[in-house]
């Protein structure tokens, strides 16, 4: 059975700060048209689960419209990393990671409401690491991938810079860890710095 990872799009979503809420509306009612319901939406391209494209913090980079879809289907391993504030090459190798996608879940709980004052991130060994094993996309359980003040946004960086992309906002804390089949695809929507997804898992 496929296993949804995804976080619902709603207004009860906790956006980053000065991000644009998500709002759907409905401008259109079958009431009125004596036909259909037509929505629209608005909010930030970085609200719940979403992939980033280099357009996000490169203004040279490609946008999600031109992201390699295949990366984003295949074998994902899920970790479970719990009471860190900084995952290292030393936890990774402890770990048997199969595949080219990695899930890293982090929190026990899940708290979509509530918008966290830290996260834990990736060390910028532990990126270069993954690349060394093969690990083409990683995914995350928390609003970003490197640390929620930052500005330089240095794994973000670093995974670019070694051909990788980041998932944020996954919904793991109901996953096992292990292996599964992984499809998360971003919409194609041209230009964008980033792109909701549908995240799901299948064990193998």
Same mark, same amino acid.
């Given at each position: 059975?496929?296993? +949804? ?6 207004? /009860? ?6 991000? =644009? *809420? ?5 401008? $259109? ?5 004596? &036909?259909?319901?037509? @929505? %629209?939406?608005?909010? &930030? ?6 992939? +980033? $494209?280099?357009?996000?913090? /490169? ?16 074998? $994902? ?5 719990? +009471? ?25 709980? !899940?708290? *979509?409401?509530?918008?966290?004052? =830290? ?8 990126? +270069?690491?993954? $690349? ?6 990683? @995914? ?5 991938? /490197?640390?929620?003040?930052? %500005? &330089?946004? %240095? ?34 929507? !041209?230009?964008?710095?980033? &792109? ?9």
């Amino acid at each position: 059975m496929w296993i +949804d990872i995804t976080h619902a799009l709603s207004q /009860d979503w906790a956006e980053w700060p000065g991000d =644009t *809420p998500f709002q759907l509306n409905y401008f $259109a009612t079958k009431a009125q048209t004596h &036909s259909v319901n037509i @929505g %629209e939406i608005v909010g &930030s391209t970085h609200i719940a689960t979403h992939v +980033d $494209a280099p357009k996000h913090f /490169d203004d040279d980079g490609i946008t999600v419209d031109q992201l390699p879809v295949d990366y984003f289907i295949g074998t $994902a391993t899920v970790l479970e990393l719990f +009471d860190t504030t900084v995952i290292d090459v030393e936890q990774l190798r402890d770990c048997l990671i199969q595949g080219s996608i990695v899930l890293l879940k982090t929190q026990r709980q !899940s708290h *979509p409401s509530v918008f966290p004052e =830290t996260i834990p991130v990736l060390s910028i060994d532990a990126i +270069d690491y993954l $690349a060394s094993i093969g690990v083409r996309v990683i @995914g995350v359980d928390v609003p970003s991938v /490197d640390t929620i003040e930052s %500005e &330089s946004l %240095e794994n973000h960086h670093r995974l670019a810079q070694h051909g990788m992309y980041n998932i944020e906002n996954l919904r793991l804390a109901h996953v096992d860890a292990g292996v599964y089949q992984f499809i998360g695809l971003p919409l194609k929507i !041209s230009g964008a710095d980033a &792109s909701y997804i549908r995240a799901v898992i299948h064990p193998t």
